[in-house]
């Protein structure tokens, strides 16, 4: 999964400009700066009965989005058909408690599920127009990279493909992974104890795990990383301690940039995800463009709605958001949401 997720007061305004520094050999200082004007975040759907939450959302194109959450029935999948949101049904899905929701194209979504009751791991997938359950091996995570296609880890390293699995032997502690493009990518902490805070970055194909590169410096607790299907690779580091500085590295293919993350953003756990252009979303409230810093509007929960994970749209400005209103908990006035940043797409 893409992370857990903390509730946290941040503040409205944006951020003044901040330094970055570079790594590696011949880095040179980078700068970076957040936009004067902060993007906002509006409701654009909203549960019709509660109680509800959505907790993960993905987009595979302006006219196919899917979002996925609990409600009263178990599982709760909404999809976006370029129009509007419309709930879905899934046979043989009710316990499930979803942790992601990957679109690999517009006709494929895989829904990765633990179980309220006693289960194996489960994966839902839409191939088509028609629902199937694929159970999966025992896992902490799983991520899809096909219609027939995942990558999990617990104690090892497993790739499943077309019913065929295949383990590797853990390089480290894996801590976190990313696809795209058809290709997966882990962060492992490879030092010699347990959570070192000295990650490496691995690429996992058919001949198994091709080492990419070492981050170089200690990161902080869950630490997380994103991925384009060119292969640029950014990592979020949380700091280290109570005190310490967040960061993101990214790999140029060549070596490591880092730039601090603005003080007073709010991103949590949320998840890192590419945002299909040359940055990363820190989760919704934080997006690092490239070249600045975006802060949105509003810049963390509030009395409103509460947002959790985010997905760029491919191909536009805009991106979604899921979450939940923040109406009295348990209450059927709890309802699941959505947001959007940007135009319709």
Same mark, same amino acid.
């Given at each position: ?26 880095? @040179? ?21 509660? $109680? ?38 899934? #046979? ?5 408690? $979803? ?20 289960? #194996? $791991? ?48 853990? #390089? ?15 962060? @492992? ?111 963390? $929960? ?42 319709? #797409?």
């Amino acid at each position: 999964m893409r992370g857990g997720f903390a509730g946290r007061l941040g503040p409205v305004t944006a951020v003044a400009a901040i330094a970055a520094c570079a790594l590696g050999a011949g880095g @040179a200082a980078a700068s970076a700066r957040t936009t004067a004007v902060a993007p906002r975040w509006q409701t654009y759907f909203t549960s019709a009965r509660g $109680p509800s939450d959505l907790t993960d959302v993905t987009a595979a194109g302006r006219s196919s989005a899917w979002a996925a959450g609990t409600n009263n029935a178990g599982l709760y999948v909404v999809h976006w058909n370029g129009s509007s949101w419309r709930q879905q049904t899934v #046979p043989g899905s009710k316990n499930c408690i $979803p942790y992601s929701v990957q679109a690999v194209s517009a006709a494929t979504v895989w829904v990765m599920c633990a179980w309220a009751v006693n289960g #194996p $791991p489960t994966a839902f997938v839409l191939d088509n127009g028609t629902w199937r359950a694929v159970q999966l091996p025992d896992t902490a995570t799983a991520t899809a990279t096909g219609s027939a296609d995942v990558w999990g880890y617990g104690a090892d390293i497993w790739h499943w493909s077309a019913g065929t699995l295949t383990s590797f032997s853990a #390089p480290g502690n894996v801590v976190s992974m990313a696809a795209a493009g058809g290709h997966v990518w882990l962060l @492992a902490d490879t030092g010699s104890q347990i959570q070192t805070g000295r990650v490496t970055v691995y690429e996992g194909g058919i001949g198994g795990l091709r080492r990419v590169a070492a981050l170089g410096v200690r990161v902080g607790v869950f630490p997380q990383i994103a991925a384009s299907p060119a292969g640029r690779i950014w990592v979020l580091d949380q700091g280290i301690g109570a005190h310490g500085r967040a960061a993101v590295y990214a790999w140029s293919g060549k070596r490591w940039t880092r730039y601090l993350v603005p003080q007073a953003a709010d991103f949590g756990s949320w998840g890192l995800i590419y945002d299909g252009g040359s940055g990363a979303w820190l989760g919704p409230y934080t997006h690092w463009t490239g070249k600045r810093w975006v802060i949105t509007s509003p810049s963390g $929960p509030t009395l409103k709605f509460e947002l959790m994970f985010v997905a760029p749209v491919p191909g536009t400005s805009s991106a979604w958001a899921v979450g939940f209103n923040n109406a009295r908990p348990g209450t059927r006035a709890y309802r699941g949401l959505i947001a959007l940043l940007g135009s319709r #797409p």
